[in-house]
């Protein structure tokens, strides 16, 4: 069974921010599934279903993110899958809007949801898509941007993005991380002229 995980903090004042952006794109992969987030065991919403061939689990923590452990960790145990078998989804401040990256593993790069799962894991050698949300202006602390949702004026980047990171994320389910990898990290960002 993949298990695909979208970080993000629970309740309604979180739903749109930056750092619920792993959280956003798990809901549009259920919805393009036709799949339904339930309530689930270790403080979680979860849905089941398939791509292709492959069972897939969706998961979304609904502890906050410093704590995405604490929900991750016993749900892989207990689904018998392989860290190889999980993907976490999540913001990232160090890309620009627009652009994403899959890696088979790596630091959490002060993601703190990224660094909970390792812990609890105990391990950093899970797959990770991380979307781009850029940085936050000088004059605006970390915290408060992340915290913050996307302006009006970055939602068709924004759409774009979900759209590829769903694409992304069956490329994996259906071909592995290396034909994922090779194919959406090099794309350019929505919105970039390359030519």
């Known amino acids: 069974m993949k298990i695909i995980v979208g970080l993000g903090n629970p309740g309604l004042r979180y739903r749109r921010t930056r750092h619920n952006?792993?959280?956003?794109?798990?809901?549009?992969?259920a919805r393009s599934r036709?799949?339904?987030?339930?309530?689930?065991?270790?403080?979680?919403?979860?849905?089941m279903g398939r791509i292709g061939k492959e069972e897939v689990?969706?998961?979304?923590?609904?502890t906050y993110m410093n704590l995405s452990g604490r929900c991750v960790a016993p749900l892989l145990r207990e689904s018998g899958s392989s860290v190889a078998d999980l993907m976490v989804v999540c913001d990232d401040v160090n890309l620009d809007l627009g652009r994403m990256r899959?890696?088979?593993g790596g630091s959490a790069g002060g993601h703190k949801g990224l660094a909970s799962i390792a812990q609890h894991l105990k391990t950093q050698a899970f797959p990770?898509?991380?979307?781009?949300?850029?940085?936050p202006p000088e004059w605006m602390d970390m915290m408060s941007y992340v915290l913050g949702a996307f302006p009006?004026?970055?939602?068709e980047v924004v759409n774009q993005t979900i759209?590829?990171?769903?694409?992304?994320?069956?490329?994996w389910v259906y071909y592995g991380i290396e034909e994922a990898m090779n194919?959406?990290?090099q794309q350019p960002a929505p919105g970039v002229d390359n030519s």
């Open 21 to 29: 952006f792993g959280s956003i794109v798990l809901g549009a992969l």
């Open 34 to 47: 036709r799949l339904g987030f339930r309530r689930g065991k270790h403080r979680c919403t979860r849905a």
């Open 57 to 62: 689990l969706l998961i979304r923590p609904q």
């Open 102 to 104: 899959l890696r088979r």
């Open 128 to 135: 990770r898509l991380r979307l781009g949300v850029g940085e």
């Open 152 to 155: 009006r004026g970055e939602r």
């Open 163 to 171: 759209a590829r990171a769903v694409q992304a994320l069956e490329t």
């Open 183 to 185: 194919r959406f990290n």
